[in-house]
């Protein structure tokens, strides 16, 4: 497999099984191996935990990790972390963990393919009206598509689909271009540049997971804050 092939534009057309039309590729391989590296690293973690003095180093790490996002979504939200949690600390830990995975050869980053960002994109898109739902009610969420008039139902409408095509196509871009930039110059120069672009290109997949994250979160947060903006206007 020649992985410095730039016609690969996306690890869908790395094939390793195909029987008709079924197809095995690296985006399915790749993806499904980070989920399961997901799961099995939380199950070996969480099952001795401690609230002793002296705690594992992984139950640290853990709590340090849990304990940043749940900053992180508060002061996005304002709200408590709660449920919020799960979801978008899910999002941030696959993103983050299938592109610092790069390190390891023969891998190829499942984000960098169109599908995976879409996948993660349409359950953000899902996400949000559910939490949406669960905050104001039914009607009070479908009331906010027509705010503040029932001529913005439309726009409304179309911005919550261009908001979903955003993020699948941000994601997916950077870390593709990301990707070829490294093998141009690893092409051009392999004695020079291997070690800062594999550095460079971790900073870029950091930086994208926890861009995706805060945006899947401000997106959820938006419509319970027009409730609590409603609320502190109408209150004396």
């Known amino acids: ?9 996306s690890p869908d057309q790395v094939v390793f099984l195909e029987w008709g039309f079924f197809q095995i590729n ?17 199950w070996l973690i969480t099952r001795n935990l401690t609230t002793g003095t002296r705690i594992p180093r992984w139950q640290n790490l853990l709590e340090i990790v849990v304990d940043y996002m749940q900053k992180e979504i508060r002061q996005i939200s304002q709200q408590q972390a709660g449920t919020y949690l799960y979801f978008v600390g899910t999002l941030f830990l696959f993103i983050i963990v ?4 790069a390190v390891i050869p023969g891998y190829i980053v499942p984000t960098a393919s169109l599908s995976t960002t879409t996948g ?6 899902i996400a949000v009206p559910i939490y949406g739902i669960l905050n104001r009610g039914f009607l009070g969420y479908l009331h906010q598509y027509i705010e503040p008039t029932p001529f913005m139902l439309l726009f409304n409408i179309l ?15 950077n870390m593709m271009s990301g990707m070829k930039v490294v093998a141009i110059l690893l092409a051009l120069a392999p004695l020079f540049f291997p070690i800062l672009m594999h550095a ?4 870029t997949g950091v930086i994208q997971a926890y861009i995706f994250a805060v945006l899947a979160m401000v997106y959820i947060a938006s419509g319970t804050r027009v409730r609590r903006e409603k609320e502190r206007k109408s209150s004396p």
């Open 1 to 9: 497999m020649d992985f410095m092939n730039l016609k690969q534009i």
């Open 26 to 42: 690296a985006t399915i391989v790749f993806t499904w191996g980070v989920i399961a590296l997901l799961v099995i690293g939380s």
């Open 98 to 101: 299938s592109n610092l995975l």
């Open 120 to 125: 993660l994109a349409i359950c953000v898109f």
């Open 159 to 173: 911005g919550e689909l261009s908001r979903t095509l955003a993020l699948a196509v941000r994601l997916f871009g």
């Open 200 to 203: 460079l290109g971790l900073l």
